[in-house]
Nanobody
Framework: QVQLVESGGDLVQPGGSLTLSCAAS????????MRWYRQAPGKEREFVAC????????NYADFVKGRFTISRDNALNTLYLQMDSLKPENTAVYYC?????????WGQGTQVTVSS
């Protein structure tokens, strides 16, 4: 079965950096677009970034452009999100996502807290 397991969330000071990971299994990872979403307290889940299977195409939400970088290692079946210049408003639970045959799969999420 499809499994997505996020890790790497932490408490970090404003201006700091963090790298999130998402370990995928149960499907042919290299064949699918992968996405990161986030959900802040009291808000709806929102798109952060996506990356094609061969890493040839990326897309970012406007609020992270230039600060976040999505990448993947198809040999390790792992998706990453490098987050730089973090701001308090980036505090959220971050989820990775894959859509297979119109079915969305989600991990359990990893908490990122940006605070001094």
């Amino acid at each position: 079965q499809v499994q997505l397991v996020e890790s790497g969330g932490d408490l970090v000071q404003p201006g700091g950096s963090l790298t999130l990971s998402c370990a995928a299994s149960g499907f042919t990872f290299r064949n699918y677009y992968m996405r990161w979403y986030r959900q802040a307290p009291g808000k709806e889940r929102e798109f952060v970034a996506c990356l094609s299977g061969n890493s040839g195409h990326t897309n970012y939400a406007d609020f992270v452009k230039g600060r976040f970088t999505i990448s993947r290692d198809n040999a390790l079946n792992t998706l990453y999100l490098q987050m730089d210049s973090l701001k308090p408003e980036n505090t959220a639970v971050y989820y990775c996502n894959v859509s297979i045959a119109s079915v969305d799969y989600w991990g359990q999420g990893t908490q990122v807290t940006v605070s001094s």
